[in-house]
C-alpha cells in the first residue's frame, strides 16, 4: 500500500509532516484535485473550515493529491485557493462515526477553463524566456482574438521538461508565460485580462523519457476562463 506525505497546517505557524492512516474513529481522506480537462492543480492551497472558521489547510503534491486525517463526527465546507482566488464546493464534507477503519477518496474538480490551447508555434531558445521572431505571427493571432472581444479572460500557462533544477524550471516557465502576456498587451490587449502562471516540470503532457517527449512538454498553453 503506498504510503502518503502530508503537510498539514491546523494553524498558520503550525506545521506537522507525518504518513498517514486511519485509526477508530479518525478517517483518513484522499484528495485529487484536478480541472475539467484532468490536469492536475499541483502546490495547490485546499481549506477544510469548520463552523467556528477554524481550518485544517493542504497544499496538494505535483499531481494534485493531498491527504488529511480527521475526526469523525465533524463536517467542513471546502474551499481551494487558486491563483489567488478563492472556490467554495456546493457540497460540504461530512464525516460520519464509524465502527470501522475508514479511508474516503475525494475528486474535487474545478471548472475554471472553457478551452486549453496549446500555442505550438510560439517558441523559446533553451533556457530563455524572449520572444523569437517566428513567434510573432502566432501572437498576432491570438491578439486579434483577444481584441475582437474584450469579454475574453485568459491564462498564459508556461511549462518545461524536466531537465534541470525544478526550482529553476518553475521559474523560467513563468517568465515564459510573462513574456508572451507582454508581447499581447503591447498589442494593445488589457492587462488585466491576462493571468500568467509558471507550472515548470509539474504538468507534462508526456513522459521525458526522450527528446521528442521532452519537446511536447517544454510548451505555452492559452486557458480561456469561464
Known amino acids: 500500500m503506498r504510503k502518503l506525505l502530508l503537510i498539514l497546517l491546523l494553524f498558520p505557524s503550525l506545521i506537522i509532516a507525518q504518513e498517514l492512516s486511519p485509526s477508530l474513529g479518525v478517517t483518513l481522506v484522499n484528495f485529487t484535485f484536478e480541472n475539467e480537462f484532468d490536469i492536475p492543480f499541483s502546490n495547490t492551497e485546499i481549506k477544510l473550515v469548520q463552523s467556528d472558521n477554524s481550518y485544517y489547510s493542504m497544499i496538494t503534491d505535483s499531481v494534485g493529491k493531498s491527504s488529511i486525517l480527521l475526526n469523525q463526527g465533524s463536517s467542513f465546507r471546502i474551499i481551494c485557493i487558486v491563483n489567488g482566488s478563492d472556490y467554495e464546493f456546493d457540497n460540504q464534507l461530512e464525516i460520519h462515526k464509524e465502527e470501522d477503519l475508514i479511508t474516503l477518496n475525494m475528486n474535487l474538480t474545478l471548472e475554471l477553463y472553457s478551452e ?23 501572437l498576432n493571432k ?21 531537465i534541470g533544477n525544478e526550482r529553476d524550471n518553475h521559474e523560467l516557465s513563468k517568465n515564459r508565460a510573462l513574456s508572451v502576456k507582454t508581447y499581447l498587451v503591447n ?24 527528446p521528442e517527449g521532452r519537446a511536447k512538454n517544454r510548451r505555452i498553453e492559452m486557458r480561456v476562463l469561464k
Open 142 to 162: 491570438i491578439a486579434r482574438y483577444l481584441l475582437s472581444d474584450d469579454s475574453i479572460h485568459i491564462e498564459i500557462a508556461g511549462h518545461t521538461d524536466n
Open 187 to 210: 498589442k494593445g490587449v488589457t492587462d488585466n485580462r491576462i493571468v500568467c502562471v509558471g507550472y515548470g516540470e509539474i504538468q507534462p503532457i508526456t513522459q521525458n523519457i526522450n
Open 116 to 138: 486549453i490551447i496549446e500555442l505550438s508555434d510560439v517558441y523559446f531558445l533553451s533556457g530563455k524566456h524572449a520572444i523569437q521572431e517566428e513567434s510573432k505571427s502566432e
